[in-house]
């Protein structure tokens, strides 16, 4: 995905309310809000990571958005 940087485990909304679903995903997910894709089609998308895989850090792509916008992390707009 355009959105991530190294290690990060994106997903959109529509694949992290499945995973939340199930107790053993759910405290791995973490809204992002919204990413820009190809053709400028935008996703909202979700940060799968633990401990042990994935990446915790806001991809850079946010970043440089949030800095312009509030944005939805964790659950909590920032």
């Known amino acids: 995905m ?3 940087d190294a290690g990060h485990i994106l997903v959109s ?3 992290a309310e499945d995973l939340e679903q199930h107790d053993r995903w759910r405290p791995f997910l973490h809204d992002l809000g919204t990413c820009e894709v ?3 089609v935008r996703l909202n998308i979700s940060n799968l990571y633990s401990d042990e895989v994935g990446n915790p850090n806001l991809p ?5 958005v949030r800095n ?7 659950r909590q707009w920032r």
């Open 2 to 4: 355009d959105c991530g």
């Open 13 to 15: 909304n529509h694949v």
């Open 38 to 40: 190809k053709h400028g």
């Open 60 to 64: 850079s792509k946010l970043q440089a």
């Open 68 to 74: 312009i916008t509030p944005m939805c992390v964790g």
